[in-house]
């Protein structure tokens, strides 16, 4: 499976639009959450959908 076909990373950007759509782009924040899943390549797939989730998070809101 890549990135682009990766339900968890799909969710995370969904959730995360709704979240900071008011200063980000969608696109910014899509990219800064797949880049925050290859950060993550090596953690258990069952803790990477939090913590992609949580990781894109903070750095959105050290962007926004």
Not at 41 to 62: D, F, I, K, M
Request: overall charge neutral.
């Amino acid at each position: 499976m890549t990135l682009t076909e990766d339900p968890a990373v799909d969710q995370a950007v969904a959730r995360l639009a709704d979240e900071f759509r008011a200063r980000l782009r969608p696109q910014v924040i899509g990219t800064v959450v797949r880049t925050c899943r290859q950060d993550l390549s090596g953690v258990p797939a069952t803790a990477l959908p939090e913590l992609v989730e949580r990781l894109a998070r903070e750095r959105l809101q050290s962007v926004g």
